[in-house]
């Protein structure tokens, strides 16, 4: 088990990608190890939320590779990649607005693994989550931001992925609620789950991830260890303000 | 551009000479393809920038119909009775086409509340039974040749007139085309409020395009009523109709001059021979390969026969609107 | 009140149900793929002609029949999802709702081509209720409870199982389905049959009062575009309603007036109102 863990679950090997004549990523390896949280940082536009699409099948990178323990998802469809066990919080939660929570939540077990479980599974998220407990009949549009978030990182959680990807769960939030949203990936991370975070709020981040790569411009820049990062002279000055 | 017009000035010297050597049946065709191409060019004035009406038989019904019962039951001669059907049909467009581009009714819904309004003058024809035969049809009163009549029954001499009508609705096509307005058109087809906001008056443009588009449309229908001497429902009014114009004028290429000419050209050809070809006894056989056809069309070749010839000899992708 | 008005507004509420059927159909299909089946009513002809042909030819039971020909339609719906509308799901929506045109003209000529142009029927004449001074139609009133018995049934699958809620899904987020481990090509074929299906249901609904002929689609085909306008493209629970409206229009007309004015009169308040709402009538 030690020898799987400390092994690249999902990695990243020279991908490039991009929409239409537009490229976004460059040259980008990157991994994630079992049981870890690692953070992507970088300003807006550098590229973000492309790698998280590239990773969850939205988008087909142009060049390089992507696995993910013995399979490749370079040209997977974004369905299967979900069944092998990567969920993706996509950016601005995009809930499904008419849709109740439970209803929500029905689609993030719509594969037939996930299918199987559900009723437990549904009573794991509303545990974990006891206030979409209270709102399941409510259509998710009419929820607040943060219990906005916490649905969508419930049906993420419903497939039970081996890695969750987060794409900036705390954008448009007010600055309280952004400490209960860093608050929920916390507990996730103590649920055992690994997950891969892309963020803009530098600080906060590198406070919950074990490792983190700096994004600029489409490349990596940087990476290394939070502590590491955190202590970096180009991160404090144009990310932290310090 | 003037070789285009020389070229064009000798086609049309030789398609007027065409009656001297032509059999009736031919000239059956050609007078209908003529007429047609006439109905299909004006529906693409419109067509062309995004204004897709799937009701232009109302027009062509109104055309049809209103001079023919002018002149059945007060003697009224086409020369006026045309006029005030293409006016009626022109007013009938204003009333549905300032209303929708006020609300910016677009797309779908655009394409289905034409289609109801075609609906509505097939159905009035066909309740006002009493007057105009309702299914069965009616015939316009027949004297022989005479210009007040506007009625000719040597076909060689109505194939002049539908030549000479057909070679207006190119002018008429190309004046648009020529104009500031066409490009003002494109502009709100790509983006109406992008559009509005750079100065393009939206209303005064679509309306333009929309109203010579009905009135030319009426035109066709009058003519045709004079040529065959004969109406019903379901040849000039109805959604069959309607759609018909749609698929001949796309399938030609409604972005090109000739595109609608070629349309017509097409799907009569096509009908002709296939009716040759099946005879009779397979009624709806020629009419099955001809849907089957349109189809493929609207996959494979999005801008028309003349359209895809054009991007073809432009040497570069053709390009899809939309 | 007017025995004969009730007897009117009886039968457009039992007419509305078949509308509401078809509207269901075809705004299931628009608001999922977002394309217009123009040639819908066609399908419901091509299932009519099934149902004929499977009694009147084949022999056999109308029930067997009906259960044949609505997986029929379904499938008919599945191939035009898959011949027509998936080459150009991509293209301006006018080249779809204009290919479907196509097929408006194909299966018109097919059915011609099969049937000639005269006038069937099942054959089975169905009783006449009398209920004191008003008489009607025991296939007007069966059409009527299936109708709702079938919009009842898909409102379970829709809100109920796990296809149902993707369906309702797809119409409001379309780009996200993957990462709900959802394959968009699969929801929309399942979506194309179920509306086939629907036709094929309404297909059976119509022969028992209708005679079929192959361009019977023109007659209620222009109507159904109408109501699911009226009640919002894609908005199903606002083209159930619109069906009853204006199904009550055409009755209550149709009864003063002759038909053809009672469809004058719908589609001119369609215009109408389409002109002063035009994101339909029942949308916030």
Redesign the interface.
């Known amino acids: 088990m030690t020898a799987t863990a400390n092994a690249a679950t999902l990695s990243l090997t020279s991908v490039s990608a991009g929409y239409g004549s537009f490229a976004a990523l460059f040259d980008v390896s990157l991994e994630v190890r079992l049981g870890e949280a690692v953070g992507v940082i970088g300003p807006n536009g550098a590229g973000k939320t492309t790698l998280m699409r590239v990773i969850s099948g939205l988008l087909r990178p142009r060049r390089g590779e992507i696995g993910f323990g013995a399979q490749s998802l370079s040209s997977m469809p974004a369905h299967a990649i979900l069944a092998a066990g990567i969920a993706h919080v996509p950016e601005n939660r995009r809930l499904f607005p008419r849709l109740t929570v439970e209803e929500n939540l029905r689609m993030g077990a719509f594969i037939p693994a996930a299918r199987r479980h559900y009723g437990e599974r549904l009573a794991w998220i509303y545990e974990l989550f006891p206030r979409l407990r209270e709102r399941r009949h409510q259509p998710a549009g009419t929820m607040s931001g943060g219990e906005q978030q916490m649905c969508a990182i419930g049906r993420a959680l419903m497939s039970k992925p081996k890695i969750l990807l987060m794409d900036e769960p705390s954008a448009g939030l007010a600055p309280l609620v952004v400490d209960q949203v860093f608050e929920l990936v916390r507990r996730i991370r103590s649920e055992g789950f690994t997950v891969l975070i892309v963020e803009q709020n530098v600080q906060q981040v590198l406070d919950v991830v074990d490792r983190a790569y700096l994004l600029e411009s489409g490349h990596i820049r940087l990476s290394g260890t939070a502590p590491e990062v955190a202590r970096d002279d180009h991160i404090r000055r144009a990310y932290m303000g310090l | 551009m003037s070789a285009r017009l020389i070229a064009g000035v000798v086609a049309a010297i030789l398609i007027a000479l065409v009656p001297l050597a032509a059999s009736d049946y031919l000239l059956h065709i050609a007078v209908q393809i003529l007429l047609w191409s006439f109905v299909y060019t004006a529906w693409a004035i419109m067509g062309r920038f995004g204004l897709v009406s799937l009701g232009h038989g109302a027009f062509l019904g109104i055309g049809g119909y209103v001079p023919a019962l002018l002149w059945n039951f007060y003697g009224v001669t086409p020369w006026i009775g045309i006029p005030v059907s293409v006016a009626l049909a022109a007013l009938l467009a204003l009333a549905v086409a300032y209303p929708a581009t006020r609300v910016r009714v677009v797309g779908h819904y655009y394409a289905l509340v034409t289609l109801a309004l075609g609906q509505v003058v097939a159905l009035v024809i066909i309740a006002l039974r009493d007057i105009t035969g309702g299914s069965l049809g009616m015939t316009p009163r027949a004297v022989g040749f005479s210009w007040f009549a506007l009625q000719f029954p040597a076909k060689s001499q109505f194939y002049l007139l539908a030549l000479v009508v057909w070679i207006a609705g190119l002018a008429v096509w190309l004046w648009l085309d020529r104009g500031t307005g066409s490009r003002a058109l494109e502009a709100i087809n790509e983006d109406e409020a992008a559009a509005a906001s750079i100065g393009i008056n939206v209303m005064r443009e679509k309306l333009r395009v929309t109203l010579i588009s009905a009135a030319l449309t009426a035109l066709g229908g009058a003519l045709f009523v004079q040529y065959l001497m004969y109406v019903n429902p379901e040849t000039v009014a109805g959604v069959g109709v309607s759609l018909q114009i749609v698929f001949a004028a796309i399938a030609g290429g409604m972005y090109s001059l000739l595109g609608p000419t070629v349309g017509a050209l097409f799907t009569i050809a096509l009908t002709e021979s296939l009716r040759i070809y099946f005879g009779t006894s397979f009624i709806g056989a020629a009419n099955t390969i001809y849907g089957a056809l349109l189809v493929l069309f609207i996959i494979f070749l999005p801008r028309g026969i003349l359209g895809g010839i054009e991007a073809l000899l432009a040497r570069r992708p053709a390009a899809v609107r939309g | 009140m007017d025995i004969f008005l009730l007897e009117a507004v009886i039968n457009g509420i039992l007419l509305g149900g078949v509308l509401a059927l078809l509207a269901l159909g075809l705004n299931l299909i ?1 608001g999922v793929i977002d394309v ?1 089946w123009i040639a819908y009513a066609e399908l419901v002809m091509s299932g009519m002609y099934a149902v004929y042909w499977l009694t009147n030819a084949q022999g056999w039971p109308v029930l067997l029949a009906c259960a044949a020909a609505i997986l029929f339609v379904a499938l008919l719906g599945v191939l035009v999802h898959l011949l ?1 509308i998936q ?2 799901l991509g ?5 779809q ?3 479907t ?14 049937f ?2 005269d006038f069937r029927n099942l054959g089975v004449r169905l009783p006449i209720i009398e209920l004191g001074d008003i008489f009607i139609s025991f296939a007007r009133l069966l059409a009527f409870v299936v109708a709702l018995l079938g919009a009842a049934a898909l409102y379970l699958f829709l809100s109920r199982t ?1 296809l149902g ?2 369906i ?2 797809v119409a ?2 379309r ?10 090509r699969r929801i929309y074929l399942i979506t194309s049959a179920i509306g086939g299906g629907l036709a094929g249901l309404a297909a059976c609904l119509l022969l028992l009062q209708y005679d079929v002929h ?2 019977i689609g ?1 007659t209620f ?2 109507i159904t ?2 109501i699911c ?1 009226l009640g919002g ?1 894609g908005n199903m629970i606002g083209g159930f309603v619109a069906a009853f409206v204006i199904s009550q229009i055409i009755a209550v007309t149709g009864y003063y007036l ?1 038909i ?2 009672s ?2 009169l719908a ?2 308040v ?2 109408v109102l ?3 709402r ?1 994101q339909g009538l029942f949308s916030k």
Do not use: C, H, K, W
Not at chain 3, 91 to 95: D, F, G, K, L, Q
Not at chain 3, 101 to 114: E, H, I, P, V
Not at chain 3, 175 to 184: A, K, P, T
């Open positions: 628009f217009v027509i080459p150009i293209s301006a929506p006018i080249n709702l204009l290919a045109g196509g097929l408006l003209f194909f299966l018109q000529s097919l059915a011609t081509l099969l000639g142009t796990f809620t993707a309702r899904a409001q987020d780009d996200i389905m993957g990462l709900m481990g959802v394959d968009q192959p361009f023109l085909g222009p575009f109408m306008v493209l002759s053809e004015a469809y004058v589609f001119v369609f215009i389409i002109l002063i035009p």
